[in-house]
């Protein structure tokens, strides 16, 4: 229990100038949108509207999309070390302006200001900052084979990490030499709003960076354009098969980094107290929004119940509330569509038997909110141990040897990431070996880095983004 | 005195078996005529049944056997050049093209034999992250692996849509149709050089009977198809490979790193460093 409260201690939202509707960003400028269809955009720590943004139809897409293949004219005789310096330049601008996107970031979507100054700008600011230095260096980072970049790349990316998905995306397509057409999620543009206006400054070349917003509807306009190249899209693995199956037939290139339900192993030879840190950062890191997230805690028998109890223990120590007080540790479920399908996840859950916590602790009255969760007494065909919930939620699952543990982890559609906590060197690389996953956390987890290539197994999609292996999500052997 | 003419048989599982559907389709040569078998769904599934065994047996023996049973295979078709040379002349190609082309193969053979215990070098890497953490990415191979080879009436082409996936330690299931005797012919030399069971599976047929499962099988992870196929064909073994989220190849590269790419997952690892 909480002997000491925290005092309040509140990001100020001046910062952040937003405009009461934007439009498009095609051709080097903002533009106003041919589908004169607006949505508002929310904050979800509160309910006020933050602004409103446009619906991107058929039209618009043309638009963006013939704008990128005239800016491809351009952007593919641009000297590649010309490429590199407007991404080094782009880097630069995001680092002096993080505390706005941060800001930005945490009202538009609700996450933990903690989070979005610490984690998610810097590693935004990082990511065109790696990525830009590659831009001259494609000769040689496959080998002396012939790759070239696709032309037009469509992008959409989902609302859990709104800049810093648009980072993996733009930063390493635009350093292989393709030009991009962009959609971010309708419940988060904001931030790559505020992004396009970095493009105009740093003059990077009309119709190189190209900014549709918009739903799904959008994002089918675009990924079903007969001048896509290629279509790159991080979310859920339902729309993932959808954009696969729509693109069966046609010589567009794809990658998909999809859903997951990682295991989060943890054997009774573990360092406990860090491990515990590590499941906990492992699934209530942005609300549980994490598609890596270590949804399923697989705990070795004879320490389940020391094990649980530290990990209760440690959750009621967290502090769930408004995104900008710097002391939040869990902020807002990003929308009232998120926030409805964990609950119903969990009633199933504890209508299917499993035993359920949540911290004690007071929710803002506006705005949507979900307690951390650990479910403990589930079995393995339960609801909330094979869907991804996508919330704050850990499910706990047990097993008596390594053998069942790796069964059980990878006994899931999914192969997106797993944690393995152990002090035994030898018992993580035999683990490790046998998870089908994309990202292996050893004695931690939820780590990332533009160098470090991410991206899953199985139904969790295929291509990786980041480090040298992301390239080429982005490039194709010439013929 | 009578020339004894030779039945060609699918290879599955180390053994050599007709269609269970008792199936034919004839590929006529100019000397010779042979009815081989015409590959059926059920057939398809049999083959992926040995090739998820084959994966765990090819897999759990070292690179160095595995390179070792490649290059082996080499040995075996240099000492039956002449049978595959006359065969291929029998195809319609002339001696030195033939000869040519077997050669050809063999120094394929002898390229991926020679790259089994190094490629994971040349695409592996550790990451320079910024934090303390040892951080590497590997790659493993994806799983059974479907190939559709190429017409062309060569040795070599059949071999460059085999050993990428083979070369990372997938097990393969190769589909050929107008090439199908060249490769029943290989099934042979590949009996004799110490591939585990269902390491390495040879079916004949034709693709637009098997098209549906191909994409549909989850047992199947990959799908490369390194011959030109219609767009309705494509169409439809991507929308069933979508169901599974299933890797598809249209015309993978055939040659240089870049052929075995297709075929490998990317693995990264995190550790913290400490005292």
């Known amino acids: 229990m909480n002997n000491w409260e925290y005092s309040e201690s509140i990001e100020s939202e001046k910062i952040v100038n937003i405009e009461k509707k934007y439009g498009n960003f095609i051709d080097g400028k903002f533009v106003t949108p041919k589908s004169k269809q607006y949505i508002d955009t929310i904050s979800p720590s509160t309910e006020k509207i933050l602004s409103s943004i446009s619906i991107g139809n058929q039209q618009d897409v043309d638009y963006a999309v013939a704008s990128a293949k005239e800016g491809l004219k351009k952007w593919s005789k641009t000297n590649p070390s010309e490429r590199a310096k407007y991404l080094f330049k782009l880097a630069r601008l995001i680092q002096e302006r993080s505390r706005e996107f941060a800001v930005l970031e945490s009202l538009d979507g609700g996450k933990p200001i903690k989070e979005s100054r610490d984690f998610d700008l810097p590693q935004v600011a990082q990511n065109f900052f790696y990525y830009a230095g590659w831009a001259d260096k494609l000769d040689i980072a496959w080998g002396s084979e012939q790759y070239k970049p696709y032309g037009v790349v469509g992008q959409i990316i989902p609302w859990n990490f709104p800049l810093l998905m648009l980072s993996w995306k733009v930063a390493p397509a635009l350093a292989t030499g393709n030009t991009v057409v962009l959609k971010p999620a309708e419940t988060t543009p904001l931030t790559a709003l505020l992004f396009a206006e970095l493009c105009e400054e740093v003059g990077l070349p009309d119709g190189v960076f190209n900014l549709v917003t918009g739903d799904g509807s959008t994002g089918s306009h675009l990924v079903n354009h007969k001048d896509i190249k290629k279509i790159a899209f991080t979310g859920s693995t339902g729309v993932g098969k959808y954009i696969q199956k729509s693109l069966a037939g046609r010589d ?228 | ?165 083979l070369t990372v330690g997938c097990s393969v299931i190769n589909f050929s149709d107008k090439n199908a005797v060249i490769a029943l012919k290989l099934s042979e030399d590949i009996n004799n050089s110490d591939f585990p069971s269902g390491s390495l599976n040879l079916l004949s047929g034709k693709f637009e009977n098997v098209i549906e499962d191909v994409g549909g099988h989850v047992e199947i992870k990959h799908a490369a198809i390194y011959e030109k196929i219609s767009k309705k064909s494509s169409e439809i073994l991507g929308q069933k490979a979508s169901e599974s989220v299933k890797r598809i190849s249209i015309l993978p590269s055939t040659s240089g790193i870049s052929s075995i790419l297709p075929f490998i997952e990317t693995k990264t690892v995190w550790h913290p460093k400490g005292k």
Not at chain 2, 144 to 160: A, D, G, R, Y
Request: proline fraction near 3%.
């Open chain 1, 252 to 479: 567009v290139g794809l990658t998909l980094e999809l859903g997951g339900k990682a295991a989060n192993i943890v054997y009774s030879d573990a360092a406990l107290d860090e491990a515990v840190e590590g499941v906990v950062n492992g699934i209530f890191f942005n609300q549980g929004h994490v598609c890596c997230a270590g949804s399923r805690l697989l705990v070795q028998e004879d320490i389940e119940e020391k094990f649980i109890k530290k990990l209760e223990k440690r959750m009621q120590t967290l502090n769930v509330g408004n995104p900008l007080d710097k002391n939040t540790d869990v902020g807002a479920i990003n929308s009232k569509d998120q926030l409805d399908k964990i609950e119903k996840l969990v009633n199933e859950g504890v209508a299917d038997g499993g035993d359920l916590f949540q911290i004690e602790c007071e929710l803002p009255k506006n705005g949507f909110w979900f307690k951390p969760s650990l479910f403990t007494s589930v079995q393995a065909n339960y609801k909330i141990a094979t869907e991804e919930i996508f919330g704050p939620v850990l499910t706990t699952l047990t097993f008596r040897t390594p053998e069942e543990a790796v069964e059980i982890a990878n006994n899931t559609e999914y192969g997106l990431s797993a944690g393995i906590w152990t002090e035994k060197g030898s018992k993580i690389l035999w683990t490790a070996d046998r998870l089908e996953a994309g990202v292996i956390w050893a004695n931690t987890f939820n780590k990332f880095d533009p160098a470090s290539p991410f991206g899953g197994y199985k139904e969790s999609g295929f291509g990786r983004e980041g480090g040298r292996h992301g390239l080429l999500s982005y490039l194709k052997v010439s013929s």
């Open chain 2, 1 to 165: 005195m009578t020339d004894i003419k030779k039945t060609y048989k699918n290879y599955v599982h180390g053994k050599f078996v007709r269609s269970e559907s008792g199936k034919v389709y004839s590929i006529d040569l100019k000397k010779e005529k042979y009815e081989i078998p015409l590959t059926s769904k059920k057939d398809l599934r049999d083959a992926v049944t040995s090739s998820k065994e084959g994966f765990k047996n090819w897999n759990q023996l070292t690179m160095y056997n595995r390179s070792q049973i490649l290059y082996r295979l080499s040995e075996m078709i240099e000492g039956n050049k002449d049978s595959y040379i006359s065969l291929l002349e029998d195809h319609g190609l002339s001696k030195i093209n033939s000869k040519n082309d077997i050669n050809n193969a063999i120094d394929t053979i002898v390229w991926y034999a020679g790259l089994v215990d190094k490629w994971e070098q040349l695409t592996g890497n550790l990451n320079p992250v910024a934090g303390e953490y040892f951080n590497i990415s590997h790659q493993e191979a994806i799983g059974v692996t479907f190939t559709l080879s190429s017409n062309s009436i060569s040795l070599n082409e059949l071999i460059k849509s085999i050993l990428p996936p």
